[in-house]
């Protein structure tokens, strides 16, 4: 490995591929980027309905948890996170979903200055190609493919329907000029295979551009300051202990669990917590780990005998060799599908500026991330909290940077959280319960019981988890508890940066992968913007 670089990016996600690849036009420019992980190209992440194979594995997975939760009766969540180039965007469920323009004017209203949704939609275009939708709010030329599903599934126009009978409207763009409504996803694909943040913006430059590196299996363990200055990382790779160096900044974009660990690791955080640990204090940061932002997501569970939905059964395995053999010839069909293929965005409140609960509907009756399974075929709705008020921390487990952290996410610990839920329970059940669906299913499998307020709410406690939208741990700023200022430089220190989900003041109303990558992609531009200077 070459010892010096003018920038280090650690970790392989969407931030990371998406900084990478922008900095690396300018041939000027030398990055190396360090992923734990491995390449993230096998025919299991490509095919999209690999998806359902990694959920409850550890492959490609960090497969995290958090401690108990007390708004979730003490249990553990699970947090699944991608590893491998892609990050993420290897293993999610490829909803394209920006958030809503409220979203990013409150960050500018926060003292962001550069994160208005005026500010960030023109990188949101730089980024994307999108087969169906262009004009002011889409482009049609960048890394990131979006298309329409391919799966031809016929529970899509069922879920539509369900929408349109519930009295909801039908939106075709819920990146368009209004978010609210029920629709399908736009997906990152490309002719039915995953389009990863790697495939977009780094795998077409491995072996062409000479200024770009890209280095699998290390595992960054320490930042290297000199001063208050970053100089550089040490890493692990193939057991052995190696030193790199950065001419101009290190980049850290291990996303919002590993970007504060590895900073708090390498002595940069609430000082009094650092010595503690016995780690000596850098700079003392209070903010750093904390503000992590989730979504608590409820799911409905539906069985259903309609082989269009996957499930485990003597007729689903002869079905599903026959989705292998037309996926192999046409890239279309379930072994296409997204799982999570129709979508809406509803409010609790109809004075609300914005949407306050987004629905994913899935081809299948999933039961903990997939780690319980069923006999049978099913269907599933998730219905998550867009902008909770709980906000919770993560911290350090031990100085091992091989151990991994504490994650509290403190899931419904705010009442306000459980009520706002509950309400969003009844708006799905609305959808759920009209006659397109409900007669498609054969039992209702955990809520047909459940009416009164408190029932609501003992259900939601007792199945709750994550829709895997961890964000905030670094976040972006101009008070004390700020991380990184809105140039993403990390605050009282040089030659270091935070690009990832963790730099999220507040929690967008929609799944995170687009817009990590549109932090990437204006990383990018300050950093070449100030190279300028």
């Not at 409150?106 to 500010?119: F, Q």
């Not at 052995?240 to 504060?260: D, I, W, Y």
Request: hydrophobic share 35%; net charge neutral.
């Amino acid at each position: 490995m070459n010892d010096i670089s003018d920038y280090i990016v650690v970790g392989g996600g969407a931030g990371g591929c998406a900084v990478a690849g922008r900095l690396t036009e300018d041939p000027t420019i030398h990055v190396t980027v360090l992923e734990a992980g491995g390449g993230g190209d096998s025919w299991v992440v490509n095919t999209p309905i690999g998806v359902v194979a990694m959920l409850p594995t550890k492959i490609n997975n960090w497969a995290f948890e958090t401690v108990p939760q007390p708004g979730l009766n003490g249990r553990r969540g699970y947090q699944p996170r991608g590893k491998m180039l892609g990050g993420s965007s290897g293993l999610n469920a490829m909803v394209y979903i920006r958030g809503h323009r409220s979203d990013y004017d409150h960050w500018a209203a926060l003292g962001n200055t550069g994160w208005s949704y005026d500010d960030v939609l023109p990188y949101f275009k730089h980024s994307e190609n999108n087969e169906t939708h262009g004009g002011q709010f889409h482009g049609q030329s960048g890394p990131l493919r979006v298309s329409e599903l391919r799966s031809d599934n016929p529970f899509q126009q069922l879920y539509v329907e369900a929408g349109k009978q519930a009295g909801f409207p039908i939106n075709p763009d819920f990146n368009g000029p209004e978010q609210e409504g029920i629709g399908i996803y736009q997906v990152t694909q490309h002719e039915g295979e995953r389009w990863t943040a790697a495939r977009g913006y780094l795998r077409p430059h491995i072996g062409q551009r000479a200024n770009l590196r890209v280095e699998t299996g290390c595992h960054v363990t320490k930042i290297i300051f000199e001063g208050k200055r970053a100089v550089g990382v040490q890493l692990r790779q193939n057991g052995q202990l190696k030193t790199l160096r950065a001419n101009k900044e290190v980049l850290l974009a291990a996303g919002a669990f590993q970007s504060p660990q590895l900073l708090m690791l390498s002595g940069v955080g609430d000082a009094t917590a650092l010595q503690a640990m016995g780690i000596p204090v850098v700079h003392h940061l209070p903010g750093v780990g904390q503000n992590l932002q989730d979504h608590p997501d409820f799911v409905f569970k539906y069985r259903a005998k309609s082989l269009d939905l996957l499930g485990i059964s003597a007729g689903g395995s002869v079905r599903m060799l026959r989705e292998f053999r037309r996926y192999q010839t046409e890239r279309r069909g379930l072994l296409s599908s997204n799982g999570a293929e129709g979508g809406g965005f509803l409010k609790t409140d109809p004075s609300m500026v914005a949407p306050d609960i987004q629905l994913h509907f899935v081809l299948a009756m999933l039961e903990d991330h997939a780690r319980k399974l069923h006999l049978g075929h099913g269907y599933s709705c998730h219905m998550c909290l867009l902008r909770p008020k709980s906000t919770g921390e993560l911290t350090l487990a031990s100085p091992d940077p091989l151990e991994s952290p504490l994650i509290n996410p403190r899931f419904l610990e705010h009442p306000d959280d459980l009520d706002s839920m509950v309400k969003g329970f009844k708006l799905t059940r609305q959808l759920m319960d009209a006659p397109a669906l409900a007669n498609a299913r054969t039992s209702d499998y955990q809520t047909a019981n459940v009416h009164t307020d408190d029932e609501i709410r003992a259900v939601i406690r007792a199945t709750a988890d994550t829709v895997y939208h961890p964000v905030g741990t670094c976040k972006m700023g101009v008070d004390a508890m700020a991380v990184v200022d809105p140039t993403l430089k990390v605050i009282g220190l040089e030659g270091i940066r935070v690009v990832d989900a963790s730099i999220m003041p507040t929690l967008i109303g929609g799944n995170t992968n687009a817009p990590t990558m549109m932090i990437g992609e204006k990383a990018a531009d300050m950093i070449k913007a100030a190279l300028r200077q």
